[in-house]
């Protein structure tokens, strides 16, 4: 890991989802004995508590459907600054929250990467791309946006202010993407952005495809922001989502990625997106994505405490 310390921010967005429960997101995984679980390792961790967002502003757009728009800027601008700053002192993992408060981790640490010369990537762990802008999305819901933002897609007119360091979008991985709107899919189209469906991962296996990025990460010396969505998980292991697509990464699969991550040497930033703990059972997906967290930061399976439900 580029760092010994990791800095706990909570990031309770529920505004770019379709229901509500998301913003409880960052109780549940205090309550699953985050910070404890990395203390254990040997980490030095801090928690921030909660970020609330930046203030309001008076916007508007012309799509009908979109819902939250000046709360999903909010957020963003709170989350971008939040990520600059924090990445200047540790290794920040963000406790969401609805998967649109990427547009602002991911914007603020690839201002960080900039800062400090280096190549910076992204590893999107999820069943869907998050590759609307806000004139493709029919649902309105700004969760699935942030990819898009962050990559300087158009379609985002004079409404929300550029990402300042925009991610190439060659630099960008999606693993176990399952489920993609026809406007995202022609968005993607000629992007360069390396996507592994759950078709890929059957065909050749997770290690073979998190490999290739690996190797393309190292062999320029970058760092990679890790976006972890519950539901790039199958529903059978982590139920505590609004957004369940059968047919998701494994116990074992996820565990690896991690460990191989970990392993890298290369993560420099977090993610924990989309726990609903209203729709959970009995807190098993938060202590599911607390352990992938534990694996990404140092801890083999072998060491992982037996748990019972």
Same mark, same amino acid.
């Given at each position: 890991?580029?760092?010994?310390?990791?800095? %706990?921010? $909570?990031? +309770?967005?529920?505004?770019?989802? &379709?229901?509500? /429960?998301?913003?409880?997101?960052?109780? #549940?995984?205090? !309550?699953?004995?985050?910070?404890?679980?990395?203390?254990?390792?040997?980490?030095?961790?801090?928690?921030?508590?909660?970020?609330?967002?930046?203030?309001?502003?008076?916007?508007?757009?012309?799509?009908?459907?979109?819902?939250?728009?000046?709360?999903?800027?909010?957020?963003?601008?709170?989350?971008?600054?939040?990520?600059?700053?924090?990445?200047?002192?540790?290794?920040?993992?963000?406790?969401?929250?609805?998967?649109?408060?990427?547009?602002?981790?991911?914007?603020?640490?690839?201002?960080?990467?900039?800062?400090?010369?280096?190549?910076?990537?992204v590893l999107w762990l999820d069943s869907h791309p998050d590759f609307h802008t806000?004139?493709?999305?029919?649902?309105?819901? %700004?969760? $699935?946006? +942030?990819?898009?933002?962050?990559? &300087?897609?158009? /379609?985002?007119?004079?409404?929300?202010? #550029?990402?300042? !360091?925009?991610?190439?979008?060659?630099?960008?991985?999606?693993?176990?993407?399952?489920?993609?709107?026809?406007?995202?899919?022609?968005?993607?189209?000629?992007?360069?952005?390396?996507?592994?469906?759950?078709?890929?991962?059957?065909?050749?296996?997770?290690?073979?495809?998190?490999?290739?990025?690996?190797?393309?990460?190292?062999?320029?010396?970058?760092?990679?922001?890790?976006?972890?969505?519950?539901?790039?998980?199958?529903?059978?292991?982590?139920?505590?989502?609004?957004?369940?697509?059968?047919?998701?990464?494994?116990?074992?699969?996820?565990?690896?990625?991690?460990?191989?991550?970990?392993?890298?040497?290369?993560?420099?930033?977090?993610?924990?997106?989309?726990?609903?703990?209203?729709?959970?059972?009995?807190?098993?997906?938060?202590?599911?994505?607390?352990?992938?967290?534990?694996?990404?930061?140092?801890?083999?399976?072998?060491?992982?405490?037996?748990?019972?439900?």
């Amino acid at each position: 890991m580029t760092a010994r310390n990791c800095i %706990l921010i $909570g990031a +309770p967005v529920q505004d770019g989802a &379709g229901r509500l /429960g998301c913003d409880m997101g960052p109780s #549940a995984y205090r !309550a699953a004995g985050l910070r404890e679980t990395l203390a254990e390792l040997g980490l030095a961790v801090e928690d921030r508590g909660n970020l609330a967002p930046a203030p309001f502003r008076n916007l508007s757009h012309p799509n009908p459907a979109i819902r939250n728009l000046a709360a999903f800027d909010a957020w963003t601008r709170a989350l971008d600054e939040a990520a600059f700053a924090a990445s200047g002192a540790g290794l920040p993992i963000f406790l969401g929250g609805d998967h649109s408060l990427s547009a602002g981790t991911v914007a603020g640490m690839a201002r960080r990467a900039r800062h400090e010369g280096r190549e910076f990537f992204v590893l999107w762990l999820d069943s869907h791309p998050d590759f609307h802008t806000l004139e493709t999305t029919t649902s309105g819901n %700004l969760h $699935g946006v +942030p990819m898009a933002y962050v990559t &300087g897609l158009p /379609g985002f007119g004079d409404v929300l202010p #550029a990402p300042a !360091a925009p991610v190439r979008p060659e630099n960008v991985c999606m693993i176990g993407i399952r489920s993609v709107d026809p406007a995202e899919r022609r968005a993607l189209a000629g992007t360069g952005v390396f996507v592994c469906d759950m078709r890929a991962i059957d065909e050749n296996g997770i290690a073979v495809l998190l490999r290739r990025f690996l190797d393309r990460v190292e062999a320029v010396d970058g760092m990679i922001h890790v976006s972890l969505d519950v539901d790039f998980l199958d529903p059978a292991i982590a139920p505590g989502v609004g957004t369940t697509v059968p047919g998701g990464a494994t116990f074992r699969e996820a565990h690896l990625a991690m460990e191989m991550l970990h392993d890298s040497g290369r993560v420099s930033s977090l993610d924990l997106v989309e726990l609903n703990p209203f729709l959970d059972e009995r807190g098993r997906t938060a202590l599911l994505m607390a352990d992938l967290a534990a694996s990404l930061m140092g801890r083999k399976i072998l060491d992982r405490p037996t748990r019972s439900y």
